[in-house]
């Protein structure tokens, strides 16, 4: 009894943690300027593509 337990508030945090997580992220998100993270998202993706043209 005492493991299965255990492994269910294992699982309730886990799932805490995830929606705090999100929460989070979409918050940054929304409060960032959606043309900024496009562009910062664009130049990574970019950068990405040149090394692996070059290898």
Do not use: P, W
């Amino acid at each position: 009894m005492t493991k299965g337990f255990f492994i269910y508030f294992a699982l309730c945090i886990k799932n805490r943690m995830f929606y705090v997580l999100n929460d989070s992220i979409i918050a940054t998100f929304s409060s960032l300027d959606l043309r900024l993270v496009l562009y910062n998202l664009a130049e990574i993706t970019g950068k990405g593509q040149r090394t692996s043209h070059k290898t």
